[in-house]
């Protein structure tokens, strides 16, 4: 899989993909990850990428020109699956959305920042719009790496074992049960006895009740969904 990240602000996207699992993910090549810089796509001098509102208003607005300009450049090169551009109003991510992406082969993420972008940008450019959640960011950044870590977690090979993104939380419509580790007691506080007996049927069924538990206690609203 390949996903091009476009931003005005390369620098906000260097930490979330030098570490940990997503860093190696790309050492195995499972994926690459290209941050987009737009002020290189800019004609002006002074490099921007946006410009004042027409009609007046608080807040700048992101060109449509330079980003134009830098999906056709990355269009030229690969064929994508999807354009997408973050927004506040766009479809909210859900594992679902997540697993869905994973299956693709390449992706656009666009950033936006200020007012957001040039509205001609997500009636003709992009494909799609997926948002994070029901509030604002200062920008798509934070929300693109959201959008890659929870896709490229999915990837075969990304996790070391391969059961570990299926047993997570929202994957069987359940969160996910607790999870302990050493040491077995501490300050009095013991980790439940079944986990220490080594009976994997036995196990099996304390994380299914635990998980089924949990959801009815936090989330009774996946249990009406499924
Ligand atoms: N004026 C816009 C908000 C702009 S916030 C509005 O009221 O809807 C600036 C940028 O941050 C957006 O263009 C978008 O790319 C990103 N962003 C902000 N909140 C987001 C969210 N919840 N999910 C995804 N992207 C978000």
Same mark, same amino acid.
């Given at each position: 899989?390949?996903?091009?990240?476009?931003? %005005?602000?390369?620098?906000?996207?260097?930490?979330?993909?030098?570490?940990?699992?997503?860093? +190696?993910?790309?050492?195995?090549?499972?994926?690459?990850?290209?941050?987009?810089?737009?002020?290189?796509?800019?004609?002006?001098?002074? +490099?921007?990428?946006?410009?004042?509102?027409?009609?007046?208003?608080?807040?700048?607005?992101?060109?449509?020109?330079?980003?134009?300009? %830098?999906?056709?450049?990355?269009?030229?090169?690969?064929?994508?699956?999807?354009?997408?551009?973050?927004?506040?109003?766009?479809?909210?991510?859900?594992?679902?959305?997540?697993?869905?992406?994973?299956?693709?082969?390449?992706?656009?993420?666009? %950033?936006?920042?200020?007012?957001?972008?040039?509205?001609?940008?997500?009636?003709?450019?992009?494909?799609?719009?997926?948002?994070?959640?029901?509030?604002?960011?200062?920008?798509?950044?934070?929300?693109?790496?959201?959008?890659?870590?929870?896709?490229?977690?999915?990837?075969?090979?990304?996790?070391?074992?391969?059961?570990?993104?299926?047993?997570?939380?929202?994957?069987?419509?359940?969160?996910?049960?607790?999870?302990?580790? +050493?040491?077995?007691?501490?300050?009095?506080?013991?980790?439940?006895?079944?986990?220490?007996?080594?009976?994997?049927?036995?196990?099996?069924?304390?994380?299914?009740?635990?998980?089924?538990?949990?959801?009815?206690?936090?989330?009774?609203?996946?249990? +009406?969904?499924?």
């Amino acid at each position: 899989m390949h996903i091009d990240i476009i931003t %005005c602000l390369p620098r906000l996207l260097e930490s979330p993909f030098s570490d940990s699992i997503l860093k +190696r993910a790309q050492q195995k090549e499972l994926v690459t990850v290209s941050i987009i810089d737009l002020r290189e796509y800019a004609n002006n001098k002074h +490099r921007t990428t946006d410009d004042y509102a027409f009609g007046g208003g608080a807040g700048m607005v992101m060109m449509i020109e330079p980003i134009d300009r %830098c999906i056709t450049e990355l269009k030229s090169k690969r064929q994508y699956d999807d354009i997408i551009y973050m927004s506040p109003d766009g479809e909210m991510l859900t594992q679902t959305i997540a697993n869905e992406l994973s299956l693709k082969k390449n992706l656009i993420l666009l %950033c936006g920042h200020y007012k957001g972008v040039d509205e001609r940008v997500r009636e003709h450019l992009i494909t799609r719009e997926i948002s994070i959640g029901n509030y604002v960011l200062s920008g798509g950044e934070l929300a693109a790496a959201v959008v890659a870590d929870a896709v490229i977690r999915l990837l075969p090979g990304v996790l070391n074992d391969e059961t570990s993104a299926l047993t997570d939380s929202f994957q069987d419509g359940l969160v996910a049960p607790p999870v302990y580790t +050493r040491p077995a007691e501490y300050k009095g506080w013991k980790v439940p006895e079944v986990l220490l007996s080594g009976h994997e049927a036995k196990i099996a069924q304390w994380k299914y009740e635990k998980s089924l538990e949990r959801t009815k206690n936090r989330r009774p609203d996946l249990l +009406r969904n499924s």
